[in-house]
C-alpha cells in the first residue's frame, strides 16, 4: 500500500527529510524516494560495518604480519645458522680434544709423547720436553756452544806440529805432538781435541791396541764435552773404535747401540748443531745393508722426524718465550698459544713434573678444520661455514661469528650459502601475502557493489509495485467516477436532448468497456504471475478478430480525434490462437497507440503473411521510445521516467502481458521506434498449430 502522510509507521525524519525535498509538501512520491534512500543508506551502513570494515582491519593485519613474519623468517634462518655453527664448534673442539687425549692416552702409558707425531695430528710439527724448572730437556736443547778463548802458544805449536807431521804421513810423531798439546790445552774443547786427533794418528800409523786405548781414554775424560764443531767426543772415539773393531758382528752391534742412543727421545740435540744427527746418519749409512733393513729404515725415519723437527723449532726458538710454560700446573690441561707471525701454533701439557709443548702448523690445521666443517655431511645445505682470524671484518651476510673455544683467535662465521635466493624467498613470500590481502579486500568490495546493486534493483521493483498500485486505484477510480457521473445525470434526467442522452449512454459504455480492459489486465497479469494462465488454442481468421478488436476500439479512439486505418493481407492463412488473448494484445498495443500516440494523430493496424508466420504490426506517430527505454519497457511496472509519458495513466504491465501471450502463442514480438516520429509494435503468430503456452 502506499503510504500515507498520516501513517504511523512512517518515520518522522523520512518525513521531515520528504518535506525539505518535495520543497514544503510531502507528497507520495516524495516519501517513498526518502524512504528507498533510507534503506539505501542503511544498507551501506550496515554492509560498512559488517563487511568493509572488518575487511579492512583484516586486511590491516594481514599486511603488518607481513613484517612480523619476515623478521620471523629472519629470526629462523638465524637459529638455523646458530645451530649450524655449534655443530661445527663442537666438530672443531672433538678433533682437538682426540688429540689432546691420545697425547695423554700415551703420558698414561708412560710412551713419551714427543715421536711419531704424525700418528697424534698430522699438524703436529714438533715436541719438546722442558723439566719443572722450565728447562728444555729433551730431545732437543737451547745450550749455547761456549767461546773459546784462544789457544795459548804450547798448544798452538804442539798441535800444528802435530798436523805437520800428520801430513807427511809420520804418524807416530804426530800423535806424540798431539799429546803434548792436549797437556799444554787451557780448555776441555781444546783438551779433548787434541786427545782425539792423538787416537786418529795412533790409528793411521797402525796400532791399533794403542788407538782404541787412546779413543778410549777420549771417551773416558771428554764423553759430555762438544768439539768445535758441536760433536760430542763421547760419541766420536765411541764410533772410532768401533770402525777400529774386526769382527763385523761386534761393529754392527756397536753401531746399532750408537745409532739407538742418538735417535733416543732422551738424548738431546742441541737445536742449531747438528753433530748427533750427521753421527746417527753416518752410523746407519754404514749399517745400510749389514743390519736388519726393517731396522734400518725405521731408523732413518726417526732421523728424519728428528731434523724435521729440530729446523722446524730452530725457526721459532724465538716464540718460545713468547707463552708462560711455567703457568701450567694442573697435569693434563692442556693451553693453547697461538702464533700468526709465523702460521705456528704452540701447545703446552703439564705431566708428572714435566712440561710438554707442541708445536704446530697452525695454517695447515687451519686450513685442515675448514676442510673438515666444509665438507662435513650433517651441516644444513643452505649454509657456509669458514674459519677467521679474529680480527678480520666478516664478509657481508654473516649471520653468527663465533670465537673457537680452544683457539681464541680464530672465529667461526657461518652465512648463508645463497643469500640471493634467501632474498627471492622473501620476496614470493611477501607478493603471495599482499596479493591474498588485496583479492579479499577486491572480493569484499565487489561483493558489496554487487548486494549494493541487487538491493537498488529490489527497491527500484518495490517502488515500482507501489507505483502500481496507486496506479491502479487512480485507473479505476476515473471510470468508476465517468460512469456514475454520466448515470446519474441521466437518473436525474439532466440531458438536453436524444443526442446528449445518447453521448452519455455511449461515455458510460466506453469507461465501462475501459475498466473491464484493466480489470482484464490485472487478473491476466495475476494470472501469468502465480503461472496459472491457459490458453485454448483455436484455428481462426486472424484478419476477423484483428477488424473486431479495431472496431469495438474504434469509437473511443476516434472520439479522442484519433483516425485508425487497418490492412489486410487477401487470404491470410488460419491461425491457431487463443481469440480473447488475442484480442487483449491488440486491445492493450492500441490503447498504447492511443496514449502515446499524436493527438490528432493516426494509427495503423496490418496483418501480412511473413515466411512462416503471419505479422501483425501495430503503428503510431507518436512521442516515440528513447533507446535506452527499448529493453526496459518490456519489465513488469516498467513506466518510462519521461514526464511525456508519466502525464499519461499507465500500470506497466500491459506489454509484459503482451509479450507473455505472443510467446505462449509461439511468436515473438519486436518494437521499432524513433524518438518523436512515432513507434511500430510488430508481433509474430506461427501457422502451424502449437502446443505452447496452453
Ligand atoms: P503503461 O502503458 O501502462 O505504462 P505498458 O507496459 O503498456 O505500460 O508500457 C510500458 C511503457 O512502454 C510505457 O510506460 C511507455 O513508456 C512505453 N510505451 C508503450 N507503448 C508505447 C508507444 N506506442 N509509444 C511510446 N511509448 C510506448
Not at 791396541?209 to 762438544?226: E, F, I, P, S
Not at 490485472?522 to 503461472?531: H, K, M, Q, S, Y
Not at 499519461?648 to 510467446?663: A, D, N, Q, S
Request: net charge negative; no cysteine.
Amino acid at each position: 500500500m502506499v503510504p500515507s502522510m498520516e501513517s504511523p509507521r512512517v518515520p518522522p525524519l523520512a518525513r521531515f527529510i520528504a518535506r525539505l525535498v518535495g520543497g514544503g509538501r510531502t507528497d507520495v512520491r516524495a516519501l517513498q524516494n526518502v524512504l528507498a534512500l533510507q534503506g539505501a543508506v542503511r544498507f551501506t551502513v550496515l554492509m560498512g560495518i559488517t563487511v568493509l570494515v572488518p575487511a579492512i582491519l583484516l586486511s590491516w593485519f594481514a599486511l603488518s604480519d607481513i613484517r612480523a613474519e619476515e623478521l620471523y623468517f629472519d629470526a629462523e634462518t638465524e637459529r638455523g645458522a646458530d645451530a649450524a655453527a655449534a655443530k661445527m664448534l663442537h666438530e672443531i673442539d672433538a678433533r682437538l680434544s682426540a688429540v689432546e687425549s691420545a697425547t695423554i692416552d700415551r703420558l698414561n702409558r708412560g710412551q713419551p709423547p714427543v715421536i711419531g707425531l704424525a700418528e697424534l695430528s698430522p699438524y703436529l710439527r714438533a715436541a719438546l720436553v722442558l723439566d719443572d724448572d722450565g728447562k728444555l730437556v729433551a730431545p732437543l736443547t737451547l745450550d749455547a756452544i761456549p767461546e773459546l778463548a784462544p789457544p795459548n802458544g804450547a798448544y798452538r805449536h804442539a798441535f800444528g806440529d802435530g798436523q805437520i807431521a800428520d801430513l807427511r804421513g809420520r804418524y807416530d810423531e804426530a800423535a806424540a805432538a798431539y799429546r803434548n798439546a792436549a797437556r799444554y790445552a787451557a780448555d776441555p774443547v781444546r783438551a779433548g781435541t787434541a786427545s782425539f786427533a792423538q787416537a786418529r794418528s795412533l790409528s793411521r800409523a797402525g796400532r791399533t791396541g794403542a788407538a782404541d786405548r787412546a779413543y778410549q781414554d777420549v771417551y773416558a775424560d771428554y764423553t759430555n764435552v762438544r768439539d768445535e764443531r758441536g760433536f760430542l767426543f763421547g760419541d766420536l772415539a765411541s764410533l772410532q773404535r768401533i770402525r777400529l773393531a774386526s769382527d763385523p758382528d761386534t761393529r754392527r752391534v756397536a753401531l746399532e747401540e750408537i745409532v739407538q742412543r742418538l735417535l733416543d727421545p732422551d738424548t738431546r740435540w742441541v737445536i742449531g748443531q747438528g753433530g748427533e744427527a750427521a753421527l746417527a746418519s753416518a752410523a746407519i749409512d754404514e749399517l745400510d745393508g749389514k743390519s736388519d733393513p726393517y731396522w734400518v729404515a725405521q731408523a732413518r725415519q726417526l732421523l728424519d722426524d728428528r731434523l724435521a723437527q729440530m729446523r722446524w723449532v730452530e725457526e721459532r726458538t724465538d716464540e718460545l718465550e713468547l707463552f708462560d710454560i711455567q703457568s701450567q700446573d694442573v697435569d693434563g690441561k692442556f693451553n693453547y698459544f697461538p702464533t700468526h707471525e709465523s702460521d705456528s701454533l704452540w701447545t703446552t701439557v703439564t705431566w708428572e713434573d714435566r712440561t710438554y709443548i707442541f708445536s704446530w702448523d697452525y695454517g695447515g690445521l687451519i686450513g685442515g678444520l675448514q676442510d673438515a666443517i666444509r665438507r662435513d655431511p650433517d651441516l644444513d645445505p643452505s649454509f657456509t661455514a669458514s674459519l677467521l682470524r679474529a680480527k678480520t671484518a666478516p664478509p657481508t651476510g654473516v649471520l653468527v661469528r663465533e670465537q673457537l673455544p680452544k683457539l681464541t683467535d680464530l672465529n667461526l662465521a657461518v652465512a648463508p650459502a645463497d643469500p640471493a635466493s634467501l632474498d627471492a624467498q622473501k620476496r614470493q613470500r611477501r607478493t603471495v601475502r599482499s596479493i591474498v590481502v588485496f583479492l579479499a579486500v577486491g572480493m569484499s568490495v565487489i561483493g558489496i557493489v554487487l548486494a549494493g546493486r541487487m538491493l537498488a534493483a529490489e527497491l527500484e521493483i518495490a517502488r515500482m509495485k507501489t507505483d502500481f498500485a496507486a496506479n491502479v486505484s487512480h485507473e479505476l477510480r476515473s471510470p468508476i467516477t465517468q460512469i456514475r457521473l454520466k448515470g446519474e445525470a441521466l437518473q436525474l434526467d439532466l440531458v438536453f436532448d436524444d443526442a446528449d442522452r445518447q453521448a452519455h449512454y455511449d461515455a458510460i459504455v466506453r469507461e465501462a468497456e475501459r475498466l473491464s480492459r484493466l480489470v482484464d489486465n490485472v487478473l491476466d497479469f495475476a494470472a501469468i504471475e502465480t503461472g496459472a494462465k491457459k490458453y485454448t488454442f483455436r484455428p481462426e481468421d486472424i484478419g476477423e478478430i484483428l477488424t473486431n478488436s479495431v472496431d469495438s476500439a474504434r469509437g473511443a479512439l476516434e472520439a479522442q480525434g484519433l483516425r485508425v486505418t487497418i490492412t489486410i493481407a487477401d487470404h491470410l492463412p488460419v491461425v491457431w490462437v487463443d481469440r480473447e488473448a488475442l484480442g487483449q494484445v491488440i486491445q492493450n498495443l492500441l490503447s498504447n497507440a492511443a496514449k502515446y500516440g499524436a493527438d490528432g494523430g493516426w494509427i495503423g493496424v496490418s496483418a501480412d503473411l511473413d515466411g512462416d508466420n503471419v505479422a501483425v504490426s501495430v503503428s503510431d506517430g507518436g512521442m516515440g521510445i528513447k533507446p535506452a527505454d527499448l529493453d526496459k519497457i518490456w519489465d513488469r511496472f516498467y513506466r518510462s521516467s519521461d514526464p511525456k509519458v508519466r502525464r499519461k495513466r499507465g500500470t506497466g504491465i500491459g506489454l509484459p502481458i503482451v509479450r507473455y501471450i505472443v510467446e505462449a502463442h509461439g511468436g515473438e514480438i519486436t518494437v521499432d521506434s524513433a524518438v518523436g516520429r512515432g513507434t511500430t509494435f510488430t508481433f509474430t503468430l506461427p501457422l502451424a498449430p502449437r502446443d505452447t503456452g496452453a
